[in-house]
Each structure stands twice: as structure tokens, then as C-alpha cells.
């Protein structure tokens, strides 16, 4: 069974930096794609960044710049490097990975981490 666990969430001030990352309980090469999703309160799931198995990477129109998605092949993570948080960016962020094989495909998800920007 995949799992993927998040960590990294906390409370930050606007303007400030959080660093999240997404660790798989196998190797990323299984993986077609990772990244991270969100969801804030009375919203739906929102895309903020993917990563593929051949390094191409996609964010989210509202990152514009300020966030930075990579993985660590030896330690089996996906990180995300937010900088300059609004608090407009508080949601639970979830990592996001889908694995592709003959009989298809299947997406996991991990439990989520909970991001605060306030003041």
C-alpha cells in the first residue's frame, strides 16, 4: 500500500516562508506525477504545483513565482518551498502522487498539513 505523509504545516506571519514536504513510502520513480494540492475552507481542491517523472513542473496561477516544488530521490520527498505567504494561502495542503500501469491508473493522497498566514 502507498502512503504519503505530509509535514511542515504551521502557523506563519504574512510575508513569511514555510517549507513543506511530502515523503512516499516507496520510490518516486514509481510515481507518473507528484505535487501538492489544497483546500481552503468552503473551497474546492486547488491545484498548487506537480511535478512529473521526467522533471517538467506545473503551479497554480495564484503562485505567481513564489513557490518552488522538488524532489529529493534519496530520502523519497516532495517538497514545496512557499515563500511570501498571503493569508489568502491558508488551507490544508495534501501531496498528491498517481502511479500509472497497464491496468491504469491510480492517484493517492496524503492525510494533509494544515498552513495558517496571520498575523
Known amino acids: 500500500q502507498v502512503q504519503l505523509v505530509e509535514s511542515g504545516g504551521a502557523l506563519v506571519q504574512p510575508g513569511g516562508s514555510l517549507r513543506l514536504s511530502c515523503a512516499a513510502s516507496?520510490?518516486?520513480?514509481?510515481?507518473?506525477?507528484m505535487g501538492w494540492y489544497r483546500q481552503a475552507p468552503g473551497k474546492q481542491h486547488e491545484l498548487v504545483a506537480l511535478l512529473t517523472g521526467r522533471g517538467r513542473s506545473t503551479y497554480g496561477d495564484f503562485v505567481k513565482g513564489r513557490f518552488t516544488i522538488s524532489r529529493d530521490n534519496a530520502k523519497n520527498t516532495i517538497d514545496l518551498e512557499m515563500n511570501s505567504l498571503k493569508p489568502e494561502n491558508t488551507a490544508v495542503y495534501y501531496c498528491?502522487?498517481?502511479?500509472?500501469?497497464?491496468?491504469?491508473?491510480?492517484?493517492?493522497w496524503g492525510q494533509g498539513t494544515q498552513v495558517t498566514v496571520s498575523s
Open positions: 498528491n502522487a498517481e502511479i500509472d500501469s497497464s491496468s491504469g491508473a491510480t492517484n493517492y
Open positions: 516507496i520510490s518516486l520513480s514509481s510515481f507518473y506525477y
